[in-house]
């Protein structure tokens, strides 16, 4: 009887457990028929015989809900799975609700829970003597660290992890790699990059065993730390590669991060468009993620990006929002819960030994002593709040000091670039005056000097005098405009104006017959600074097409027209005379050409034959 009996107890086990890894295989075509959960789902809960199968059966609903980002739901659902599975036939199913937990925990934020649940996986994969897991619930524990910016704990919880797995005969290959990644991320946080790239191109040692799908973001913490190295075109590759697996898997969270460390490589470069465009994409997918590691990084990002554009109402706007969100990360309570938890985890059998002999008489000291608890709990209560209160006013006061101290750099920064600006002007004035006055000069004094050797009559000696004189003038001229220019950091629109009225006015002198205009188009404020370089050549560009009008065009009218094109000025020279040939462009046009050139402007000409010539520089 009794033999019959420990058979019938036998196969009733065996088949039981036959039968829930049967609803195991029929519940996991949901991962392979994401449009057919719900069916799946629905057939299967009327085949829940035991709280195991029913533990089986909420573990696939919570990743419903967890694939739908439908957070709540599925924190909830696992949690009711973990307390329904049997550890004796689905401790595997109980560590991956746990790991789920974490990951839940972690992309909010909420690091000490996140650790709890890593802690609690532990145990229960010690329980289960199962090393897998108990190597996954460290490097979980290894990646809390690191997200809470302990990367000396996140690497020594990494290596555990490493060194259990690579000593068990049966381990997980993925779960390697994993340990791995979790230890090249610490250091590549650590400012340690030599030590990450050694772990995360170690990953790729065991590559013929690994579905690259699994290992998405080796590509990406390569990239990151080569961008960290600003070895920016190697980083592009690497990350691009993980975009596109990425893309292929749907994988939000890690497109977050992809197209993050893709908007500042574009901003290091200068390429600010480009790197819009990567922000706008990475918000996209931290807002579907739901992650708030990837919104911290986003948000510090967008900070250095408006920094480097030179936006920085804009910048700190971001890094308030970047402090605010670090801050609800790292208050106080968590911190202090998280060395508690870490505590637990180093003396976790000690301390359940403690507690359990101690605690018959904590319970009759609590009686006793509960009035002089409840005021030290005050006092404590007290100091705890005056520490906060004092943190955050320190905090306060730093933070302020930081942003007086960047904004006095910003301006000693603007000041010495102004000055910097003004010296180039003046020294290319210097050398123009250098290049222009003095060749002049040296031709008029060797023209003086040749008219001892002529043997000339009065007339022709008259007659050179008259060229040399004429010359000295013109010379005089560009030396005053020149000495304009100079004393003068910039030049308005209306000096600029005033001048050539003044030149208009002599030529009107010189040449009654023909009508002279000068006009500034509406909507272009005369109060417009030009640096005294670019207003001295477009001075001198106006004053030799007026010249060229006057000598060559045969015109009865000539205008000098200012208006606005793309923001910058734009000053026309227009004659109504016989036009030119633009084939037979004289040293006069050439030079107008250079001057334009010297100061990043283009010289436009259009003449036809007959009906006018128009120069233009803008």
């Known amino acids: 009887m009794s033999k019959t009996l420990t058979l019938s107890l036998i196969f009733s086990l065996f088949s039981t457990i036959s039968f829930s890894q049967d609803l195991r295989n029929r519940l996991g075509r949901t991962y392979s028929n994401p449009d057919s959960v719900d069916i799946i789902l629905e057939l299967e809960k009327k085949n829940l015989h035991t709280a195991n199968d029913s533990g089986i059966y909420y573990f696939f609903v919570a990743e419903k809900y967890n694939r739908a980002f439908e957070n709540a739901l599925a924190h909830e659902t696992f949690l009711k799975s973990a307390s329904l599975l049997d550890p004796k036939k689905s ?63 996140g690497v020594e919880y990494g290596k555990k992890a490493h060194e259990l797995l690579t000593h068990f005969t049966k381990s997980n290959p993925t779960f390697i790699a994993f340990a791995l990644n979790a230890i090249g991320i610490n250091f590549d946080d650590w400012d340690k990059p030599d030590s990450a790239l050694f772990y995360h191109y170690k990953i790729f040692e065991n590559i013929d065993k690994l579905d690259s799908a699994r290992i998405t973001f080796t590509f990406n913490n390569i990239g990151n730390t080569l961008l960290k190295q600003e070895k920016y075109a190697e980083a592009a590759t690497w990350i691009q590669t993980a975009v596109s697996l990425n893309k292929k898997d749907q994988d939000q969270y890690s497109l977050a991060a992809n197209y993050t460390n893709l908007a500042t490589i574009a901003y290091k470069l200068r390429d600010f468009s480009k790197a819009e465009i990567m922000m706008d994409s990475a918000y996209k997918y931290v807002q579907e993620s739901q992650s708030t590691e990837k919104k911290r990084d986003y948000l510090e990002e967008q900070y250095r990006f408006h920094k480097a554009k030179g936006e920085l109402a804009t910048a700190m706007d971001y890094l308030e929002q970047y402090s605010t969100l670090k801050d609800s990360i790292f208050k106080e309570d968590r911190v202090k819960m998280l060395g508690e938890l870490e505590a637990k985890y180093q003396v976790q059998t000690k301390e359940r030994e403690l507690a359990e002999s101690r605690a018959a008489l904590v319970e009759n000291e609590l009686l006793v002593k509960s009035r002089n608890n409840q005021i030290l709990l005050l006092v404590v209560f007290l100091l705890i709040l005056l520490g906060v209160a004092f943190f955050i006013y320190y905090r306060q006061k730093t933070k302020n000091r930081h942003l007086e101290q960047e904004a006095k750099l910003q301006q000693i920064y603007a000041e010495q670039e102004t000055q910097k600006q003004l010296n180039e002007q003046r020294n290319r004035i210097s050398s123009d005056l250098h290049d222009n006055i003095g060749a002049q000069l040296t031709f008029i004094v060797s023209s003086l000097d040749n008219l001892k050797f002529f043997d000339l009559n009065k007339d022709k000696m008259a007659g050179k005098i008259d060229q040399i004189s004429a010359f000295t003038v013109e010379t005089v001229n560009e030396l005053r405009d020149t000495i304009w220019a100079m004393n003068k950091d910039n030049i308005s629109l209306g000096d600029l104006k005033t001048r050539l009225a003044g030149l208009i006015a002599k030529a009107k002198t010189a040449c009654p017959q023909i009508d ?103």
Do not use: P
């Not at 972690?106 to 090393?131: C, H, M, P, T, V």
């Not at 060559?552 to 109504?576: M, P, T, W, Y």
């Not at 050439?590 to 050139?597: H, I, K, L």
């Open 91 to 153: 401790n595997d199913l109980i560590s991956l609700c746990y790991i789920r937990l974490n990951r839940l925990e972690a992309n909010s934020g909420n690091w000490d829970q996140a650790l709890f649940y890593s802690q609690k996986g532990l145990e229960n994969a010690i329980a289960g003597l199962d090393s897998n897991y108990m190597g996954y619930a460290l490097l979980d524990i290894s990646v809390v660290y690191h997200d809470m910016e302990d990367y000396a704990k």
């Open 516 to 618: 002279f205009e000068l006009e500034i188009e509406d909507g272009l404020e005369e109060d417009r600074l030009l640096n005294s370089m670019e207003g001295m050549n477009y001075y001198r560009v106006a004053q030799e097409a007026l010249n060229n009008a006057i000598k060559h065009s045969g015109a009865s009218q000539i205008k000098i027209v200012f208006s606005k094109q793309n923001e910058l000025v734009r000053v026309c020279i227009e004659d109504n005379g016989k036009g030119i040939d633009q084939k037979v462009i004289g040293n006069g046009l050439g030079n107008m050409r250079n001057r334009a050139e010297r100061i990043g402007r283009d010289l436009k000409i259009e003449s036809n034959l007959g009906q006018g010539t128009q120069v233009c520089i803008f």
